[in-house]
Each structure stands twice: as structure tokens, then as C-alpha cells.
């Protein structure tokens, strides 16, 4: 008998519901091999619906997410809404609502993809971010007093607490353990300035490694030098674990030494719960409607979203496909440079992965 998942589709704003579609499109394309069926429900969540209803999500959005096996998310961001109002009413509500306290971004070259790192080929660029998801800076613990005076003042407070940074730790860990490669998770911080922050991730770090992981090569960098190394010697790195604003920053250029924001996938993983998968590029407005955006980190945040639910092959299969279609198909990863339209990605990928 089939095996059924129901997926929540959140479109959202700008290009999402358009590189969405594409990888609805594959899903859809490759489950019946896999005696799959996926049921997709459509919601309407994001910067139309907010400028429409003056509401930004509905209070029982993340009870009723909860009853679906996972999330499958375009891009929130619209140009029309001031920056922060969807961006934290939507996406960030919902990773913390939802408690998806990880943010797994790969960082991988697939071959044929052009890379701007010189002499990189795809085995030197192939490595997973855990970006802790639910605390650090993005709590939104702090205020502003004095409002328009000279005299303002701005606080914005960097909050974890031991059992946040364990369960992350944790995750990074054995993915390293999972993963068929160097075993060495590198733990990304900044202990020379924020030496409470990063003096409790790195405690922790080195303790959870000593009792539970000493199969486990475990790596230190700072941030800065973080940057440094994923441009000059991205092959160092396995699996690097860090905090939520760091995560935030040092995968956008992964996401850039890996083809560009055309290519970049990301989940919000509750291991325990409903997760979501996205693009993690933005929603591209400009580009809107127009049929030539990369709908491919789309479709990888699918093969994500499969292979987390267990379904292993079909999310193999979807990779196999993509590296086909990326490697002997499309001119660029870039909008309007593809080679092909949106459309036509995603066609191809769907007819290679179902064949
Ligand atoms: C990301 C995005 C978000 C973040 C924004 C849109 C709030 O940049 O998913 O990386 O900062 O987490
Ligand atoms: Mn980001």
C-alpha cells in the first residue's frame, strides 16, 4: 500500500510560489515510483495576504502546521511590507513555534556548476551547516528607550541556555557520525569577543565530545577566520556547528561558493516534529512572474524534505536527477541564464528523476 505524507505548500511571497510549484512538480513526478502519495494543501501565508487582511499569520497557524508531516516553503519577504514584519511574524514565528531548533544548509558543488572559488572542484566544497535555529540573537530579547533623542539607546541580547546549545550540539554531532566523510564537526564561534556566548557553545562543545563522541575529530574557528577558510580551503570542513545569526551569515556564502542562491537548500528540522524546507535565497521580486528565477534550491529543499522523512531513495533519486540537470543541462545558475525558463527546470528534473 501506498505510503501517504501530507505536506503543508507555502508559496509566500515574490518568486516562492513559482519555484515552489517546480518542486511540487518533481515531488509529485517521482513518488509513484516509490509507491509514494504526496497530498499537498496550499496555504496562503505572506506579504499579499498580510497587505489584504492586515493580519500576518493566523494565531492558530502553527497548531494547525502541526498535523502535517512537514512544511514546504517558497520565500517570505515582500517589497511593499516594511522589512522584519513578515520575516519574524511568519518565518521566524514558525521556526520557533514549531521549535525547529535546526537549520541544516549543505554546502555542495555539484559538477558542471560554476564555483567563484578558483580551482575548487566539487569534492573540496562539500560540507553541512547546522545553524542553531530557535535562540541566540534572533530571540528578540531587548528593546529601545529614549526613542529619538540623542541619547537612544539600542539592546539587542545574543540568550542561550545550556539545553539549546546541547540538542544542537548534539544533532552536529552525529550527523558528523552519519556522514561518510572526515568525522570532524568544527564548532564556529567568536570566544575571543563574545566570551559568554561562545564560552558556554564551547564548554559544551568539548564536553559532549569527550563523554558521548570521541569518534569525532572536533575543529575550532572563530567567525572571521570561519569566512577565511570556507573561500581558501573549504575542503577543511565536514560539519560545522554554530549559533543562529553566525549560521545565518556564513551560509550565505556557502550558499555563494556552491553556485549561488539558485542552488542553496535549507530545513528547519524539529527532529521530534514538523519541519519545513526552503530556498534559502529571498523572494526575489524582480523577478517575479516572470519565469526565468532558478527554481533548483526549490527542488533540492524537496529532495530535503524526502529524505527526512525517511525516504531515502526517492530523495537520491531527486539528487541524481538535479546533478543530471545542473551538471549537462543549464547554462548558469542564475535567473535568466539558465538556458531554460523556470518551467522547463523543472520539467527537465521531473522526467529525469521519474524515469
Ligand atoms: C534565512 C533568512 C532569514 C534569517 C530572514 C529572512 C529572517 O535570511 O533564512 O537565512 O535571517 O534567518
Ligand atoms: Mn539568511
Not at 517521482?30 to 489584504?52: C, H, Q, S, W
Not at 565536514?238 to 550558499?255: H, K, P, Q, S, Y
Not at 529571498?282 to 524526502?306: D, E, H, R, W
Request: glycine content about 10%; overall charge negative.
Amino acid at each position: 500500500m501506498a505510503k501517504t505524507y501530507n505536506i503543508a505548500a507555502m508559496g509566500g511571497d515574490g518568486t516562492g510560489p513559482e519555484v515552489l510549484a517546480e518542486g511540487i512538480k518533481v515531488l509529485k513526478a517521482v513518488a509513484p515510483k516509490f509507491d509514494i502519495k504526496l497530498n499537498f494543501t496550499d496555504f496562503d501565508f505572506g506579504g499579499e495576504r498580510y497587505m489584504r487582511t492586515g493580519e500576518v499569520l493566523p494565531p492558530n497557524a502553527a497548531d494547525e502546521l502541526k498535523q502535517f508531516d512537514a512544511i514546504y516553503l517558497g520565500a517570505i519577504g515582500h517589497p511593499d511590507v516594511k522589512p522584519g514584519i513578515l520575516e519574524k511574524g511568519i518565518l521566524l514565528k514558525l521556526r520557533f513555534d514549531l521549535d525547529q531548533y535546526i537549520n541544516l544548509r549543505p554546502v555542495k558543488l555539484y559538477p558542471g556548476v560554476e564555483t567563484p572559488l578558483a580551482g575548487k572542484k566539487p569534492e573540496d566544497i562539500d560540507y553541512v551547516v547546522v545553524r542553531e535555529n530557535t535562540g541566540g540573537i534572533y530571540t528578540g530579547t531587548g528593546g529601545i528607550t529614549m526613542k529619538d533623542t540623542p541619547h537612544e539607546v539600542a539592546v539587542q541580547s545574543g540568550v542561550y541556555n545550556r539545553f539549546q546549545v546541547d540538542r544542537c550540539l548534539k544533532y552536529a554531532f552525529e550527523l558528523a557520525q552519519k556522514r561518510n566523510k572526515d568525522k570532524t564537526l568544527a564548532l564556529c564561534g567568536k570566544t575571543n569577543v563574545l566570551t559568554f556566548m561562545y564560552d558556554l557553545w564551547e564548554r559544551a562543545f568539548h564536553e559532549m565530545g569527550d563523554k558521548d563522541f570521541k569518534d569525532i575529530k572536533r575543529d575550532y574557528y572563530h567567525v572571521d577566520a570561519t569566512c577565511m577558510w570556507m573561500v581558501k580551503n573549504p575542503e577543511w570542513f565536514d560539519v560545522i556547528v554554530t549559533g543562529n545569526l553566525f549560521g545565518d551569515i556564513i551560509t550565505d556564502l556557502g550558499a555563494m561558493t556552491q553556485g549561488g542562491m539558485g542552488i542553496a537548500a535549507g530545513g528547519n528540522i524539529n527532529p521530534d516534529g514538523v519541519s519545513m524546507f526552503e530556498p534559502i535565497g529571498g523572494s526575489a521580486p524582480k523577478y517575479t512572474g516572470k519565469n526565468v528565477i532558478n527554481p533548483m534550491a526549490a527542488i533540492a529543499a524537496g529532495q530535503m524534505m524526502m529524505d527526512t522523512l525517511g525516504e531515502t531513495k526517492m530523495a537520491e533519486k531527486i539528487e541524481d536527477a538535479i546533478i543530471e540537470v545542473v551538471s549537462t543541462k543549464m547554462k548558469s545558475m542564475s535567473a535568466g541564464k539558465m538556458g531554460y525558463s523556470t518551467t522547463e527546470v523543472g520539467d527537465l528534473v521531473a522526467e529525469i528523476a521519474a524515469s
